[in-house]
């Protein structure tokens, strides 16, 4: 068969996979029988990823193996550092490896994004009434705010003393108008993030900033004045809505808004943290891609979690997977795993575009702990859905006590023996069954490089999965279909709706 029309579920090996699910071994037993696939952690720098608590033996792994081998994801690794189009749905390479790379085309954007961060920071680049700016409002939604404001939050320890940097994603008007409420005009300046520039809830929003500094600056064309910056790979729309020519950043287009932050989406992390840090991110993804090109199969960190992930979904049944950061600076890691993740391999077509027959991405959640102890644990110990479950943490924390950081880590170990090894009772009340895995990412302490090691961990370990499965990780075509009618909606064509639209449509009453 060709690659493109692969169907893992016709492999040998998935055969076989099928029939060791039938018997797979508890995770006490392959500890205690010497029988794990991996024994000991894969350190990476200042990242190491401890697999001891999974009930996977060689057998398990070593038919993981023979399925990746069989699959395109050798063909399609090589086709995403080459530039190959390896996104056929759109017809484009896939780009985001390339912005890790020392390419002339790329020093000259990173140049660009330096010089504009730094102007910002250093108080070179000013406002209308020649005052620095103070505050940095990024708009942007989807990959042009989550992953920036992710790493902003994680990166606390790195910020500007002098500058806070706000996010608005949401059309929802208030979260705009309650941050417009708090902040100077005099010393504000808006980012527009958006690949295309025509993003209905970033354009809207965009313009309610653009009608704020018109009011309070007496501004005929704030888009044109140093107060909006754009970040685009349409330029021409960028300047169309009026931004200065100085001010617009520009992207490739085969960079997808998930990937984005490594270009000049990420324009907001580099005034927030320095352009040094945003290079140092940066750096440590680079490492990360060299691992995932040249590290053995058996031992690359990203192949290892997305072949753990098929055994869980595609042999046991399993539908999501919990991410429980263990610092609180990680508190929207989850959120970035969840799009990163779903809107990638949330799909039912191979690449072929024929219909599949077999289980592809899982459902992506969670929360820090020990929050989440305290609200879904209940479940992942004593319920009746297994989850697996990664834990990240930090092994050295300067912002944090010794004593808060040490209890913080003994929790996070704590439970993850708990999940694995349980504990019987003659109260079925306590009883508790182990039989959980999970896995124990340890960053060596929460720089700008450890972390875009994490973050590039995760992209491939979503590429692999893909590769597999042999579906496009680059498009997105279910959100399409939401936005298209959401523009019909606003001018409705009564016949044409259908009746529970039509009751929704009119119970919302009539448009202010």
């Known amino acids: 068969m060709s690659m493109s029309n692969f169907n893992p579920a016709l492999t040998t090996s ?10 797979a071994p508890r995770i006490n037993d392959v500890i205690s029988e ?8 894969i350190i990476l720098e200042g990242l190491s990823l401890d697999l001891s608590r999974h009930g996977v033996d060689e057998s398990i792994f070593n038919s993981l193996l023979e399925l990746t081998e069989a699959s395109p994801f050798s063909e399609l690794r090589d086709g995403l550092f080459s530039g190959a189009t390896i996104n056929i749905t759109e017809n484009r390479a896939v780009g985001h490896t390339k912005l890790r790379t020392h390419s002339a085309e790329n020093e000259s954007a990173l140049n660009a994004l330096k010089d504009l961060s730094e102007r910002i920071r250093n108080g070179t680049m000013r406002g209308h009434t020649n005052k620095v700016f103070t505050d940095i409002v990024n708009i942007g939604i989807g990959g042009s705010d989550l992953g920036p404001k992710m790493v902003c939050a994680a990166l606390r320890e790195y910020w500007h003393d002098a500058i806070q940097v706000h996010f608005i994603a949401n059309v929802d008007g208030a979260e705009i108008r309650h941050l417009l409420s708090s902040i100077n005009s005099e010393t504000t300046l808006f980012i527009v993030s958006s690949k295309t520039f025509t993003t209905q809830e970033t354009m809207l929003n965009a313009d309610t ?22 970040v685009t790979a349409n330029r021409e729309q960028a300047l169309a809505y009026g931004l200065s020519t100085n001010n617009i950043l520009t992207f490739s287009e085969d960079i997808g808004g998930r990937y984005s932050l ?29 691992h995932f090109q040249s590290a053995p199969l058996a031992k690359n960190m990203p192949v290892i979690m997305a072949l753990l992930g098929l055994w869980y979904g595609n042999f046991l049944d399993v539908q999501s997977h919990a991410i429980v950061p263990y610092c609180e600076r990680l508190s929207l890691l989850p959120s970035f795993l969840q799009q990163l993740d779903m809107e990638s391999n949330g799909k039912r077509s191979n690449r072929a575009g024929e219909p599949i027959n077999y289980s592809t991405g899982p459902i992506i959640w969670g929360q820090t702990g020990t929050n989440g102890q305290h609200a879904f644990f209940q479940l992942l110990h004593q319920g009746q859905h297994l989850v697996p479950v990664d834990f990240i943490a930090i092994r050295k924390d ?27 009772s003659t109260n079925e009340h306590k009883n508790y069954p182990g039989n959980r895995p999970s896995s124990i990412l340890l960053m060596e302490e929460l720089t700008p490089f450890n972390l875009g090691m994490l973050i590039a961990l995760y992209e491939h370990k979503v590429f692999t999965s893909g590769a597999i499965w042999n579906i496009n990780c680059f498009d997105q075509w279910g959100v399409e279909l939401g936005k298209k009618l959401t523009q019909q909606l606003m001018n409705p064509d009564q016949t044409a709706l259908d009746k529970a639209t039509l009751r929704t449509l009119e119970s919302l009453g009539p448009q202010d």
């Open 262 to 290: 490594w270009s000049g989406i990420g324009l907001s992390i580099a005034i927030c943290v320095g352009f040094n840090n945003f290079n140092g991110l940066i750096n440590g993804a680079a490492c990360m891609d060299q």
């Open 398 to 424: 300067n912002t944090s006590s010794p004593t808060a950081h040490r209890l913080l880590l003994l929790n996070m170990v704590a439970q993850a023996a708990a999940l694995a090894f349980g504990e019987k």
């Open 34 to 41: 010497g029988r794990q696939f991996n024994q000991r952690p």
């Open 14 to 23: 998935w055969t076989k996979l099928k029939d060791l699910a039938e018997k």
């Open 209 to 230: 900033a653009a009608n704020w500094l018109s009011k309070h600056l007496q501004l005929s064309d704030p888009q044109s004045t140093n107060h909006m910056i754009g």
